[in-house]
């Protein structure tokens, strides 16, 4: 996932937080998707390796 996306994740989230008052739950909820995406991401490549191994 590019960087572009992860600004606008964290503004998202940023904007909600600030008008519902839980900062640190929406924070904590960034740095899950953030992570659950990166896990992903590197899932994908790991397949993708493993594909072109066995062609």
């Known amino acids: 996932m590019k960087n572009g996306l992860y600004i606008f994740y964290f503004l998202v989230l940023g904007i909600v937080s600030f008008f519902t ?10 740095a899950i ?7 992903h ?3 994908k490549e790991i397949v993708k390796q493993k594909q072109d191994k066995d062609e």
């Open 21 to 30: 008052g839980e900062i640190v739950t929406f924070v904590m909820l960034g």
């Open 33 to 39: 998707l953030i992570a659950l995406t990166n896990i």
């Open 41 to 43: 991401t590197t899932l």
